[in-house]
């Protein structure tokens, strides 16, 4: 057994293709499409790329377990910051549009809707790892004792 990284990389490949692909001819196919990918170069760049996600996975654990408010707290604070411009960027206007519809005849002043191009992505992020977590939680799954 060698302990280089493509060869392990392949040998995780190998693994993950028996377990999703039961019909050997599809493995072969896919064990192929692995083969060229690691002749190519290209399965180097995808552990370089896998073992950075890792270690911001770690540093993500240590930043959360911190005691410091301003270290453990940015997430909670970003989400906080997220939602709220969600709400008074599409909650308020839509509520203030439907009461002037049914109360206002003329003149009625409805606010106007912000971007949220900026913070979507950060807000949808942070909304899928919540939802990971509440997943683990369903499922009963021990996460403070995982490593």
């Known amino acids: 057994m060698s ?5 392990i990389a392949l040998d995780f490949g190998k693994t993950v293709i028996e377990k999703i692909w039961p019909d050997p001819a599809k493995q072969a196919e896919e064990m192929f499409k692995l083969t060229k990918l690691a002749q190519d170069g290209k ?23 911190s005691k410091s408010f301003f270290v453990a707290g940015a997430r909670p604070f970003i989400l906080w910051i997220c939602g709220i ?3 008074l960027s599409y909650l308020v206007p839509l509520v203030m549009e439907w009461v002037a519809y049914w109360s206002c005849t003329e ?3 409805i606010p106007v809707r912000m971007d949220m191009g ?19 939680k369903r499922g009963r799954v021990q996460t403070d004792k995982i490593g």
Request: with cysteine; aromatic share 2%.
């Open 118 to 136: 900026a913070l979507m992505p950060l807000l949808l992020g942070l909304l899928g790892l919540g939802t990971m977590r509440s997943v683990d």
């Open 107 to 109: 003149g009625c002043i």
């Open 43 to 65: 399965l180097t760049e995808l552990n370089a790329e896998v073992q950075l996600m890792l270690g911001q996975i770690e540093i993500n654990k240590i930043e959360a377990g």
């Open 3 to 7: 302990f280089d990284p493509i060869s």
């Open 85 to 87: 411009t969600l709400g």
